[in-house]
């Protein structure tokens, strides 16, 4: 009897222990000594997975991220063979002397001016066209494109023919040429965008892809709340009528607005009127 009462009291104090814990298979398991190798095995297995699981979702990233490293690298060789040449337009001193307007043309006008002056920063064009261009040029070589200038300092003599030809000698893809407007109505204000017109004896050839490069750099400056008077056609300046690859002009405001001179000269709106015409650009040969 009492060895019975002794079997009873030990089954109701593994109960106990069975009630009072989160895992009473395991617990009974430890109580007993009978520690089971199955368990064991399957924890381990499950604590496996999990770290398999993690692994595996490492291992993804990292794919992930050299796959979108690799589009970008892509994307920067390709724009990379993509040759814009950037016109910062005028100079320090103007070339009065004469140069056809167009090839074998009768026509002639001066080889290049200095450029308008702010009312308000008393700036010479040619310095911010030239500030702007900088501006524009480290947008672009960051996008991974191919860049050269038709001028990197003030103190050249490069007629509009020659800037054009320098561009077409070098093959570019295309081109950007800065400048900034001035009218005796010092209320008028907003960028505009030139390109050569389209029945052009010149520049009918052309007309198209600057066109289209032009419109998308309109839809960027609408995105980017910059006032925008248009898209122009011209048949008279020489640096269209002389070029063989797709142009476009940039007047980026008036000189002869009080504010708007100003505006022009500082650093953020410059960069953001200057990535506008970047992204414009981007968006163009995205589609070539």
Known sequence: MKKYRLIIMVIIAMGIILIGTSDPLTSFYKTTGLISNGINKDRNIESDNTKNKGSQKDSTDKKNTQGNNEEGRNTTDENSKILICIDPGHQTKGDPNLEPVAPGSPYKKARVS???????????????????SVVLKH???GKGYSVIMTR?????NISNSERAIFANNKNANMVVRIHADSLDNSSKTGASILVPEEGGKYTASIYEESNKCAEFI????????????????????TGFNWSK????LVEMGFMS???????????????????????G????????
């Not at 450029?115 to 308000?120: D, I, L, M, N, S």
């Not at 960027?220 to 898209?231: A, F, P, R, T, W």
């Not at 650009?281 to 070539?288: N, P, R, S, V």
């Open 114 to 132: 200095s450029g308008t002056v702010g009312v308000a920063t008393k700036k010479p064009e040619y310095v911010l066209n030239l500030e702007a």
């Open 139 to 141: 947008i672009l070589e």
């Open 152 to 156: 990197e300092g003030h103190d050249v």
């Open 218 to 237: 309109k839809g960027k400056m609408n995105e980017s709340g910059i006032q925008l008077n248009g898209i122009f056609q011209r048949g008279d300046l």
């Open 245 to 248: 690859v797709p142009v476009v």
């Open 257 to 279: 607005n009080y504010s708007e001179d100003q505006m022009m000269s500082n650093p953020d709106y410059q960069r953001k009127l200057m990535r506008s015409i970047a992204d």
């Open 281 to 288: 650009i981007e968006e163009y040969f995205k589609t070539k």
